[in-house]
Nanobody
């Protein structure tokens, strides 16, 4: 069983929206820090946003004002709402869980987002 499983990717036109979801399955999930990363073809992986166990969030500059990271502890699910998507947002998006907000990382398999112009 995977510790984190992403869903919600797909294809959308520029200006559109998508919501990614990430199910966190480990038993200590409520004490996790969580993050979304992305990797575009030929580019390095980069952090999109993160949220700590108290709900404090942080965003990459490109995500500010357009993306929202949130979590539902009751559903053990992390979300990434992406609005006003741009073609450069085309990438594989990954969910990452950090148990106890430490150095251990659990990565999901990724979900593809494709934004057409």
């Amino acid at each position: 069983q995977k510790e984190v499983v992403e869903s919600g990717g797909g294809s959308v036109q520029a200006g559109g929206s998508l919501r990614l979801s990430c199910a966190v399955t480990k038993s200590t999930r409520n004490t996790y820090c969580l993050a979304w990363f992305r990797q575009a073809p030929g580019k390095e992986r980069e952090k999109v946003a993160d949220i700590d166990s108290r709900g404090t969030t942080d965003y990459a500059e490109f995500a500010k004002g357009r993306f929202t990271i949130s979590k539902d502890n009751a559903k053990n699910t992390l979300y990434l709402q992406m609005n006003s998507l741009k073609p450069e947002g085309t990438a594989m998006y990954y969910c990452v869980a950090y148990p106890g907000c430490g150095t251990t990382q659990y990565w999901g398999q990724g979900t593809q987002v494709t934004v057409s112009s």
